[in-house]
């Protein structure tokens, strides 16, 4: 399964990026590139789409788990929405889900 992934710079402190495919060790490199610009912008909410998100292993976990790293250090953050059941099993059974804030489409718009 291919990767393909959608970059929204909407505002200078907003960015939407959705992830359609699998996330994996052959495509978790795609991931970090797509996010990597945004890891150095101060005050910016990075929104991950995965509502299209079929598969994710822990390659594409640690790329996930990397960019927040990094965007936090900026006082930035990474959110994902649209998360699917399946992924967010993972998450909780890898407690990912307590680094990886799941806003729901709900709550992105009470903001």
Avoid: N, W, Y
Wanted: glycine share 6%.
């Amino acid at each position: 399964m291919t990767l393909t992934i959608t970059v929204d710079d909407l505002r200078p402190d907003l960015v939407l990026i959705a992830l359609d495919g699998a996330v994996d060790a052959a495509s978790s490199g795609e991931v970090k590139a797509a996010l990597e610009p945004f890891t150095t912008r101060r005050g910016v909410i990075v929104v991950l789409d995965m509502g299209s998100l079929a598969f994710i292993d822990s390659a594409g976990l640690g790329a996930l788990i990397g960019a927040q790293r990094r965007l936090r250090e900026l006082d930035s953050e990474l959110r994902l929405t649209r998360v699917p059941s399946h992924v967010e099993k993972i998450l909780h059974i890898t407690a990912l889900d307590q680094a990886l804030p799941i806003h729901s489409v709900e709550d992105d718009d009470d903001e």
